[in-house]
């Protein structure tokens, strides 16, 4: 709850900075956006070591599978703008989100929340902005996604696992979206993300095998956001831009 708060904190801060700006600049070379988004993991069970004895080939073939959950949530990007076209945008939230294990009818006992974690999925890309569409500015991007697990727990905890461990996960990830100006420096944003990663999950000392269960799935998250978007001279808050920097339109 402490690095929630302090990321909302962060997001309250950086909206007051852009108040503290003299006025909303269309030319300006600093986009801050706060969003709603979807995250929706598009994930598949790559590998399951031992289970009550049994070779990972038999358990993929016995139709084992592992599901990790959807969820809404607040998020917010800073972007910078390099150039009229080019610019570095950040992503950034916090979401909580647990692994589900779906087992063949044979070991239907073992169904359910297998482990609960917080993820810190901060996405960092490099985008180029469309000109010359009016009040419509799409956009392109690419880059990486890093995933940083943490307060992991082993949820309903079907496995009788003693803890389980997820290792962190980082991958490319590809972005398209659109800002619609509304006036004065706000935009209304839409946005989508795809980005392509694993994680290892790790329960240590289940009860059902004797011993430690690890898992090896793809989570691939597809990140739908949307929500209104503010964009202002950076140097408006420590003195103006040199004049050869203006303008970014």
């Known amino acids: 709850m402490r690095r929630i708060k302090i990321g909302l904190a962060a997001i309250a801060m950086s909206m007051g900075m852009t108040q503290a700006a003299s006025a909303g600049d269309y030319s300006g070379n600093f986009m801050v956006r706060v969003l709603a988004a979807g995250v929706i993991s598009q994930d598949s069970l790559k590998s399951l070591d031992s289970l009550s004895g049994a070779p990972v080939a038999d358990l993929r073939a016995a ?32 979401t909580k989100h647990h692994i589900t294990l779906k087992p063949p009818p044979a070991f239907a ?16 890309t490099l985008t180029y902005h469309f000109d010359g569409m009016g009040a419509f500015k799409p956009y392109i991007g690419v880059g990486a996604q890093y995933i940083h697990y943490f307060s992991e727990s082993t949820a309903t905890n079907t496995l009788g696992a003693g803890s389980v461990r997820l290792s962190d996960s980082f991958g490319v990830t590809l972005q398209a979206g659109m800002d619609v100006k509304l006036g004065n420096g706000w935009y209304l944003n839409v ?50 831009r040199a004049p050869a920097l203006d303008p970014l339109k």
Not at 82 to 93: H, R, S
Not at 191 to 219: E, N
């Open 109 to 124: 006992a073992l169904a359910g929340k297998v482990a609960d974690a917080w993820m810190f999925p901060p996405a960092l």
């Open 191 to 240: 946005d989508v993300k795809k980005s392509w990663l694993d994680t290892t999950a790790t329960w240590r000392s289940s009860a059902v095998t004797g011993g430690d269960i690890k898992a090896k799935a793809d989570i691939d998250p597809l990140i739908i956001s949307a929500g209104v978007a503010y964009r202002f001279n950076l140097g408006d808050l420590f003195g103006r």
């Open 63 to 94: 139709g084992f599978d592992a599901s990790v959950s959807d969820r809404l949530i607040p998020a917010a990007t800073l972007t910078y703008f390099l150039n009229k076209n080019l610019a570095v945008e950040l992503f950034c939230c916090f």
